[in-house]
């Protein structure tokens, strides 16, 4: 059973950066997509970002150009760069994996925008 370890959120002024980590216990075998998911205070759970295997990714519009994703295959390891942090993006940030139907969740971590 892979697990997933976030680490890295936290308290950051509007403006600041922040890097989130997520590195999985287990061995992965196949193709499968990393990412990281958000929920806000009353919002609904939102995909922020995703990395393939080879390396394709995608992002939400709202974080474009200020959060990068990326991927250390050989640890098995997902980062988010984010870059110009704003309030809004005050929210639990969750890791995933992703192979074939199957999706497995980090257990969360805070990070909070705020002067």
């Known amino acids: 059973q892979v697990q997933l370890v976030e680490s890295g959120g936290g308290l950051v002024q509007p403006g600041g950066s922040l890097r989130l980590s997520c590195a999985t216990s287990?061995?992965?075998?196949?193709?499968?997509?990393m990412g990281w998911y958000r929920q806000g205070p009353g919002k609904q759970r939102e995909l922020v970002a995703e990395?393939?295997?080879?390396?394709?990714?995608n992002y939400a519009d709202s974080v474009k150009g200020r959060f990068t994703i990326s991927r250390d295959n050989a640890k098995n390891t997902v980062y988010l760069q984010m870059n110009s942090l704003k309030p809004e993006d005050t929210a639990v940030y969750y890791c995933?994996?992703?192979?074939?139907?199957?999706?497995?969740w980090g257990q969360g971590t805070q990070v909070t925008v705020s002067s």
């Open positions: 995933t994996l992703r192979v074939g139907a199957q999706t497995t």
């Open positions: 990395i393939a295997t080879g390396g394709r990714t």
């Open positions: 287990g061995s992965i075998v196949g193709i499968y997509v």
